[in-house]
């Protein structure tokens, strides 16, 4: 046999390494000194059972030793020395019940742990939250999106579904269909929206689609050319003058166009 031919050394290196480096950060010793844990580590694979080596340890199929028990010995904290277990077997049983009893105290505390967390997953999903606001009113929607992050914008409810809101903007008009839980109570129907209202509004950067870009210039003042842009859901009074370099980057592939019919 020759491991080294096929790989074999070096993917058992790949797992032993870690070992070594663990033991070194344990026993808060420096990298350089890991052959010291070496006798360690070759006596934990000598004498560990393999289900490839039919549950036998390699101590056992090459050198015809028994395999040690790991009840042989303990270490008793208390003294600080290393009992041999097969010399005094009482020993064995009182530690297997201090050891159960340790086991049960902490599937205990593991169990009501968990059951606390199920009983406070209850409350937060009893029953659904009811809405405080109805047909007409006005509400804040949280929108996040690529540009604007987490924004509320002012809208008002005109149809009210099972599970949803449709809601319509306050300067476009556009309607949207919005889940409950996105929409928090503004104000209600009576409320008059003034043109410092639409003003906020609007300054909340609102996200336009291009309608038509109907005319182009060049101004002498940005040395640019612009385009005069239909904004779709505004009047055509609202039309206005965007640079073609800015329309470029949302826009590229109509921009484009326009370029070249002009």
Do not use: Y
């Given at each position: 046999m020759s491991p080294w031919i096929n790989g074999g050394i070096e993917r058992l290196n790949r797992d032993v390494i870690p070992v070594l480096r663990a033991m070194c950060l344990e026993y808060g010793k420096d990298i350089r000194e890991w052959t010291m844990f070496v006798?360690?580590?070759?006596a934990?694979?000598?004498?560990?059972?393999l289900p490839s080596l039919a549950n036998k340890a390699p101590v056992e199929l090459f050198c015809a030793l028994p395999l040690p028990s790991p009840l042989d010995f303990c270490v008793d904290m208390e003294q600080r020395k290393?009992?041999?277990?097969t010399k005094q077997p009482e020993l064995i049983e009182v530690r297997h019940r201090d050891l159960q009893a340790i086991v049960y105290q902490m599937h205990k505390e593991v169990a009501e742990d968990r059951d606390q967390q199920m009983e406070?997953?209850?409350k937060g999903h009893n029953g659904a939250k009811k809405v405080n606001f109805s047909l007409g009113d006005f509400v804040l929607r949280s929108r996040v999106d690529q540009k604007h992050q987490d924004k509320l914008l002012v809208y008002q409810i005109?149809?009210?579904d099972v599970h949803s809101f449709v809601v319509r903007h306050l300067i476009t008009g556009a309607e949207t269909d919005v889940h409950a839980s996105r929409l928090k109570y503004y104000?209600?129907?009576s409320y008059q929206v003034t043109e410092e209202v639409l003003e906020h509004v609007a300054s909340q950067g609102i996200v336009l689609a291009v309608d038509e870009l109907k005319e182009h210039r060049w101004c002498t003042a940005k040395k640019g050319c612009e385009i005069l842009v239909s904004w779709r859901g505004l009047e055509p009074i609202e039309d206005s003058w965007e640079p073609l370099q800015s329309l470029g980057k949302d826009i590229p592939v109509l921009s484009v166009s326009?370029?070249?019919d002009s």
């Open positions: 006798p360690l580590l070759r934990s694979i000598n004498h560990t059972p290393i009992l041999e277990m406070r997953n209850k005109v149809r009210a104000a209600d129907k326009e370029t070249r």
